[in-house]
Every structure is written in structure tokens, then in C-alpha cells.
């Protein structure tokens, strides 16, 4: 696919993603915030079958993995201890004529400045922590510094002990969280494929240190089956494992789940052997003994952690731009329905004849098991068109022939095809399509 027809399909799902009321511009009425976004009906409904899909898969279906929320602000030594304070820095570059700013590593100094083309403009690469500072209480001074958590993990780490004690679990086990996290990234954008603020889902899970190679394979293998149940193509995925140069602080061994975006192989997912190296410090700068006794072996030692990272925002631009299809005659985001914002849409054909009120008490019944959208104005060809848009599997018409023999069209987003089904029926039809899933 040529470059310019790449960004045309970005450009494209950012303006479906506001039409269809997915994604908006933060404080858009003041022209709008760098990098924030907010997420409009079907984009809420959206990113909350991702979230739940996750929670599913790591807490409800199995019984090693409990579930967490800790709080944004956090002690500040906690980000002294995991190294964010020294070491949470991305290399920084500006140009001295138009003032634009760069992450070093993506720039090529001895070629023109990319936004307004002056050679050897320039400064000196510099460090930049990405955390956001703020104060607690009124008094705005360096002791009472606070930093919004660039990661959720840290959360988890500090209740280690405090989860195990209260869930009496034994080692191997984890810990599940999804939040908001922060990061004063330098060069935010492709929407929301880099935010400053977003939410994470990670799992971190503590094993025996000899153990921990075997539990990173499997962690490897389970992340990437997960794609099958958001519908991912699965030739648009693939792992990409960090070299020596690119792990983390405080990573052993580190892969991405990467997609392959309109702009390129990026990664949508981290799953790191973190070893030690958290717990340790922890126990160092809280004085506090984080090691686990294991009553079998009488041993007591301080657990490897693997951890699970991925963005839920990311997560959900994936699923867009997998989805999104243009055919001869539409646009539609072919979304697996698990994922899908709304389940199925009710349309009377004619806005009379008893149509529409035969119609909502269609609605009504299927009230509180999917989520569910009413449309009775326009063509009924344009009405599916905007469903098709906002990924809807199924549209049930009421016409005529409802009234003949109490039968419903109920239409398929993806082969358009109509079958038409008895009234009675609509609910079990939709559940053995959508919650078989
Ligand atoms: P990147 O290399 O893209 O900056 P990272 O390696 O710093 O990401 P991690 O710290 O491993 O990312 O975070 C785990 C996940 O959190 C990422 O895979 C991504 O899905 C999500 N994430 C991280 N930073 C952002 C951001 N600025 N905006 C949206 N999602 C993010």
C-alpha cells in the first residue's frame, strides 16, 4: 500500500471514530488538547468488552490470578525504588528555528529538520523524564512532589504480600490491574496509538526464580492466543524480541506483540521476565522483607515476576483498523461481536402501521442482556449503513409481513444477507450467535 493511502485510512478512522461518536478531541470546543482524547458512546462500549474480555481471561477463568485497583498516586519512593526517577528518560532533541521537538533516537541529525527543513538546527540530545509531577496538599514545594504512576504495575508490586496474605495464594500466582497511567511523552500521536494519558492492562505474575524462563514461554504463548478472541488477523500480528540495547532497566528478556498499523510494525503489548529486580528494590527502600517462604521446600526467597502489559487505547485502535473494510457500496467495521460497541439494532421499516411499536417491544426484551440501538429515521439502506459503520452484527426489521405471521428480517453485517426468524425467537437467536462466542 503506497504511504499516501496509508495515512488516508488513519485519516479515515479518525473521522468514523468522531461521525459514529467512537473517539472525539478532547475539549474540542477550545480547540482541543494535544494527545487527549475522549471516548464517546460506542467507544466507551468499546473499550469496556476489551476490558472485560481481559478480566475474563486473566481473573474469572482461572483461579491463580486475583485482581487489584490501586491508587494513581502512590509514595513517592516508590518511583525512586523502581528507577523511574532516574531512569524513566527518553532522549530529547529541538530545533533551534522552528522549535519542534524530537525523540532523539528518531531523528537523523545531519539530515534537515523534518518540520521546517533548516540543516544543523539542532541542540544537544538531553534526558527528559517522562513522569508528570504534581504536589500534594496546598504547599508547592519539592518535598511535597507526587508523580501520576506511568505504569500500573508498581501498584502491584507494593501489595504483593498484602494480596497473597488475603487470598492465600501460593507461588506460582498473579495479579491483574487495569488503570490510568501517565506519560509526558515526547512525540505523541497517530490518535490514540500514543497518549499522554491511557490505560493499561497488566498482569504481573511471581514465580520461582528457577522457573521463571518456563513461565515467560507460556505467558508468550497465552498473550498471543488472546488476539483470537478480539479477532485480530492473525498476519497482522507477530512478536518481536528486544536486544540487549532495547530491554528495559529492569527486564532479563523482553517481547512485543506488535501489529501492523497503517504506520508500521508497533507494539501493542510488552510481556517482560522482570526477575527480581522490583521486589528487591522495594524491600531495600522500604525496609520491608518481600520475600516469600515456601512452606513445602522451607525455602525463602525473593520471586521472579513476569509481567503482561498492554494498552487498552492501543488495544482498541488495533481492533479499528482491523475491522475497518471499504466495499463497492459501504464502509464496515467487521468487529468480532464480542468486542462490538452495539449487539443488535431494531428498525421499524415505516415510521407507522404500528411498526414502531412493535419494534420497541422487540427492544424491550432484549433490554439488559445486549446492548442494543433503536433507528427509525431514513431509508432502511442508509440505517444499515450507519450500523455498518459502528460494527453492529445484527439488524432486526419489523415490516409488513411481522404483522402476517409475527416474523422479524433479522440482517448480517458482514454477508448482508436476511433471514427471517420467528419473533419469539430474536433472543435466542442473538444468544446462540453472540454469546457462544
Ligand atoms: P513504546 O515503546 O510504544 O513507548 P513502551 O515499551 O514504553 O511502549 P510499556 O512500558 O511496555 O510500553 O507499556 C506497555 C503497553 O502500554 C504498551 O505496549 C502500550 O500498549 C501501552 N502504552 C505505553 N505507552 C503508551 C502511550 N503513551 N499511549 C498509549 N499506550 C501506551
Known sequence: MANKSKNQIMDKIVSLSKRRGFIFQSSEIYGGINSCYDYGPLGIEMKKNIKELWWKSMVYNRDDIEGIDSSILMHPKVWEASGHVSGFTDPLIDCKICKSRFKDDTIDKTKPCPNCGNKDSFTDSRQF?????????????????????????????????????ASRQKIP???????????????????????REFEQMEMQYFVKPTEDEKWFEYWKQERMNWYNELG??????????HSKNELAHYAKSAFDVEYEFPFGWQEIEGIHNR????????????????RYFDDITRDR????????????DRTLLTTLIDA???????????????????????????????????????????????????????????RYRRQDEAGTPYCITIDNETFENDTVTIRNRD????ERISASNILTYLDNKLKSL
Open 324 to 382: 475497518y473494510v471499504e466495499e463497492e457500496e459501504r464502509v464496515v467495521l467487521k468487529f468480532s461481536p464480542n468486542i462490538a460497541p452495539i449487539k443488535a439494532a431494531v428498525f421499524p421499516l415505516v415510521k407507522k402501521d404500528g411498526m414502531p411499536e412493535y419494534a420497541k417491544k422487540v427492544l424491550k426484551n432484549l433490554k439488559g442482556q445486549f446492548k442494543t440501538f433503536f433507528d427509525e429515521s431514513g431509508s432502511i439502506g442508509r
Open 301 to 312: 526467597f525473593v520471586p521472579f515476576i513476569i509481567e503482561t502489559s498492554i494498552g487498552c
Open 232 to 241: 485480530i488477523k492473525k498476519d497482522k500480528l507477530r512478536f518481536h524480541e
Open 275 to 290: 526477575t527480581d529486580f522490583d521486589l528487591t528494590k522495594h524491600q531495600e527502600y522500604s525496609n520491608k522483607d518481600l
Open 129 to 165: 523524564n517522562l513522569m508528570f509531577k504534581t504536589f500534594m496538599g496546598p504547599v508547592e514545594d519539592s518535598a511535597n512532589v507526587i508523580y501520576l504512576r506511568p505504569e500500573t504495575a508498581q501498584g502491584i508490586y507494593v501489595n504483593f504480600h498484602n494480596i497473597r496474605e
Open 173 to 195: 500466582f498473579g495479579i491483574a490491574q487495569i488503570g490510568k497511567a501517565f506519560r509526558n511523552e515526547i512525540t505523541p500521536g497517530n490518535f490514540i496509538f500514543r497518549t
Open 415 to 418: 454477508s448482508m444477507v436476511q
